[in-house]
């Protein structure tokens, strides 16, 4: 009888330091191997070469570092990496990279599928498979990371050598949806002894999963970001059906009392631009007045069609004005110069393309949109 390896990508560092103290080690040794693990990528625990060889041979039949593994692979032109990697039982998720001069960021997925079924959303419409684990979600972050200092030739190299500066929650799903798994790869993103990413350099983008926005930024101190899209239940009712459930009063409340809240850590409020449905003057001062009090910034995405989508993005007239009128208001502009051309690229390319590159475009432009705005 084979009995299951234990996977040490599931573990936050306490529950690693709790797993080394099972096997009779002291706290020490389970920093040791989440630095392996974490800083350099190493999975074979031989190549740990610090760890006492007894220690190795029991990781060895006990344990093991894995994560997804990648089913495809590509970069496009501009740089952007895209993985498809393989969560089991026919499902896959898409993982982002997005390279910039001062930054990479790391767009993730947290669930396969989505339950919430916002009416815009290819990913909705394929509807709820099932939540990814703690080592699927940080094993999107460890697999990107590794892959990427590969392609550098830096193999191996101390936190130093990051490619990965920002992580964005923005790929499939909905990470309140996933809270313990997807905190938990979160605080492992942020530790000290393992990729110590910044939490302000973190973002999660929730649909308004009310009861648990204090939550996890109580429990994890991660910049927030709000998938608003309408400013009148009735429409979010509509676009974001989990408005029925935790209607724009409470959402906004909910805002409000996000811990942390200031203007050097605001909140990103995203907008889709849906010809017609939501992007009026009316809509944009109506946004204003929503967001009144709130330290905000507004992210407006022009909506990516997709097959069988019965949206259409709005005009660049249109997302201009609105932009405009939200500038006007105090906001700093989401979509700036050199604006127009990348995003009506970003809007229009996809229509010539196949279904699969629409949906990563769409998440690779996601995350370049909140890489552009994320803190510093
Ligand atoms: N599920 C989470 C995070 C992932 S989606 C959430 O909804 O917040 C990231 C952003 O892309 C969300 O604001 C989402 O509403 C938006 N989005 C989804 N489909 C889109 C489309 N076809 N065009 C433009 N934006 C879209
Ligand atoms: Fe789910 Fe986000 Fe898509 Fe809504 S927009 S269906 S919450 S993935």
Partial sequence: MTTALTNLLDMDPAQLVAYCGELGE?????????????????????????????????????????????ISDHTSTDGTRKWLVDVGQGNAVETVFIPEENRGTLCVSTQAGCAVNCRFCSTGKQGFNRNLTVAEII???????????????????????????????????EPLYNFDHVKTAMLIASDGDGLS????????????????????????????????????????????????????????????????????????????????????????????KLLKGIPAKINLIPFNPWPGSKYECSDWETIEKFADFINDAGYASPIRTPRGRDILAACGQLKSESERMKKTDRLAFEAMMIANHGEE
């Fill in 197 to 288: 990413l910044s939490k302000r350099r973190i973002t999660l983008s929730t649909s308004g999963v009310v009861p648990e926005i204090v939550r996890i930024g109580e429990e994890t101190g991660v910049m927030l970001a709000i998938s608003l899209h309408a400013v009148r239940d009735d429409l979010r009712d509509l676009l974001v059906p989990i408005n029925k459930k935790y209607p724009l009063k409470e959402l906004i409340a909910a805002c409000k009392a996000y811990p942390g809240l200031s203007n050097a850590r605001r909140i990103t409020f995203e907008y889709v631009m849906l010809k017609g449905v939501n992007d009026s003057l009316e809509d944009a001062r109506d946004l204003v």
């Fill in 26 to 70: 002291k706290p020490f040794r389970a920093k040791q191997l989440q630095r392996w693990i974490h800083q350099f990528g190493v999975s074979d625990f031989d190549q740990m070469t610090d760890l006492a060889k007894s220690l190795r041979d029991k990781l060895k039949t006990r344990a093991e570092v894995r994560a997804p593994a990648i």
């Fill in 139 to 173: 094993g999107q972050l460890w697999m990107a990371e590794f892959e990427l200092r590969k392609t550098k030739g830096i193999e191996g190299g101390p936190k130093g050598e990051r490619q990965i500066t920002n992580v964005v929650m923005m790929g499939m799903g």
